[in-house]
C-alpha cells in the first residue's frame, strides 16, 4: 500500500487516530500480511470502522457493506443511526476511546471471535457455531435474520425427528430380523428361499438373508396376542 491508500483510509475513518496496530489489522482481514504494504491496495474499504472488542482486541469493519443488512440496535452502537426517536431527540454518539475507536464490544465483553462472527453472518448469512452467534446477537439487541434462520432449522430438526419416531415405529411393527423384533411380534426360523413350513405355510412369510455367506432367510410368523387368544376361547 502506498501513501496515498494510507491516507484514504485515514479519511474514510473520519480523521480518527488509528494506530499502527489498527492498520496492521486492516491489513489481515483484507488477507495480506502485516509486513507487505503493496496488498493493501485490494482493501478498498468505503467506510472503515475500528471496534474495540474484550481484551482491546480490534476489528475493522465496513459500513458500508453491512449499512443496509445491520439490525437496528447494532446500526445504533455502530454510530451509523441518523434517525430521531419518538420524541425527537437524535440518539447521542457512541462511546468511543481516545484513539476513536467504538467501545461497545469492548465494555458488553463481546470477544473478537464472537463479534466477527456476527458481522460475517450479517454479510453473507454464514452460520458456523449457532449458539455463539445467537447469544453474541442477543446482547447486540437481536436479529430478526437471525431468528427467522433459527425458526427454520428448529423446523427441519422437528420435522426429522418425526420422520424418525414414524420410522422407528414402522420397523417396529414390520420387523424384518429376529434382531429387529424388539416387541417379541413374531416366531422366527433361517431356513432356506424354497423352505416349505407344512399346513402353516399361509402364516409364514420370508424377509431378509441371515447372512451374507449363507444361503438362509429369515422366515417369520406372527405370535398370537393375548386378545386374540381369548377371542379363541
Known amino acids: 500500500m502506498n501513501k496515498f491508500d494510507l491516507n484514504q483510509i485515514k479519511m474514510n475513518v473520519g480523521k480518527k487516530k488509528m494506530n499502527k496496530f489498527d492498520l496492521i489489522q486492516i491489513k489481515k482481514q483484507a488477507g495480506g500480511r502485516p509486513k507487505s504494504l503493496n496488498k493493501m491496495a485490494s482493501v478498498n474499504m468505503s467506510r472503515p470502522e475500528v471496534v474495540l472488542c474484550a481484551h482491546d482486541k480490534p476489528v475493522v469493519v465496513d459500513l458500508a457493506v453491512i449499512s443496509l443488512l445491520c439490525p437496528p440496535v447494532l ?10 426517536d419518538f420524541t425527537g431527540r437524535c440518539f447521542k ?12 464490544a469492548k465494555h458488553l465483553g463481546i470477544s473478537r471471535s464472537n463479534f466477527q462472527a456476527c458481522i460475517t453472518f450479517i454479510k453473507t448469512g454464514y452460520v458456523g457455531s449457532i449458539e455463539v452467534l445467537v447469544r453474541t ?23 426429522k425427528e418425526a420422520y424418525l419416531l414414524a420410522k422407528e415405529l414402522s420397523e417396529r411393527e414390520n420387523p424384518l430380523t429376529p434382531a429387529a423384533d424388539i416387541d417379541n411380534l413374531y416366531i422366527w426360523r433361517a431356513q432356506q428361499g424354497n423352505w416349505l413350513p407344512g399346513d402353516s405355510a399361509d402364516e409364514w412369510s420370508v424377509t431378509n438373508r441371515v447372512g451374507r455367506n449363507t444361503m438362509d432367510y429369515w422366515w417369520r410368523k406372527r405370535r398370537e396376542t393375548v386378545e386374540e387368544m381369548d377371542e379363541e376361547l
Open 75 to 84: 446500526v445504533r452502537l455502530l454510530d451509523m443511526s441518523q434517525s430521531s
Open 93 to 104: 454518539e457512541a462511546a468511543r476511546d481516545e484513539q476513536g475507536r467504538l467501545t461497545f
Open 137 to 159: 446477537m442477543d446482547i447486540l439487541g437481536g436479529s430478526d435474520k437471525l431468528d427467522a434462520y433459527v425458526a427454520k432449522k428448529q423446523a427441519e430438526n422437528e420435522a
